[in-house]
């Protein structure tokens, strides 16, 4: 019994006429006969009834059209596993991500992505833009979503999304009801920063930002983590620069205003060894490239 005879019985169980299955078929009716007969003499069941009324299933052949399909069905399930296992699709990638990619790219990424691969796995890892880097280099990861410009030579990346920072007071702050603010008019306040270890280049913006307005920040706080320095805003101990995205974060306490003027912006990156060559990863930056911010 060959895969051909059961399409072959199948087309005819669902047309029951010679003519219209051959022609479905694309061949003619002398070979379809002949495989049905081939058929009947490998199962050793007549599967038909030919007389002048046309073609009729008998008992077997009735019983044999679900058998037939699932046959079939498993045969095509095996088929498309062996071609991704060839591609690369079945699996896992290793992904570094920053934590504010968690309120503007990353869940849309990944949503686009499980659907059109289910089998691949993703296996994701929070980590700071420098820790990231060094696990890149290190092949450790496959790639990473990182805030830096930084990229050492031998990458390639994508410009994820681009966003500004904004100010982030405690809700019952005498300025939290500004629809724009002046950073200046926070110079003396006690500041909340992701420490100079984790994100050099936006430890530096931030200090930059507040030079531009005037004045140096009292850091009082350095952290790890960008919801780390929001919950602090949000307990009323300090105020905070932060990508406008967190706003998303819905944390109680915590109001975001946006600066008055233009500032630079906050931008993730989506970075890989460019020579590394994997089915798998080119599959995912298809996805990320599907959501990527365009340059303007």
Known sequence: MEFRHLRYFLALAEELHFGRAAQRLAITQPPLSLNIQQLEASVGAQLFTRNSRGVQLTAAGQAFVPAARALLDQAGVAAREAREVAQGLVGSL???FAGTVLYRGLPQILKSFASAHPRLRLVLREMSSSDQLIDLMHERLDLGFVH???VPA????ILVSRQAFVACLPAGHA????KRLPLVLLQGEPFAMVSRTVSPDYHERILGLCADAGFAPETRYELRHWLSVVSLVAQGLCVALVPAALAQAGLPGAVFVPLQGETPPYETHC???????QAALGAFLGAVRGFAQPLE
């Open 94 to 96: 290793q992904i570094g």
């Open 175 to 178: 300025l939290a009801r500004r």
């Open 154 to 157: 031998g990458f390639s990346q």
């Open 148 to 150: 830096t410009t930084r």
């Open 271 to 277: 970075l890989w060894k460019t020579d590394r060559d």
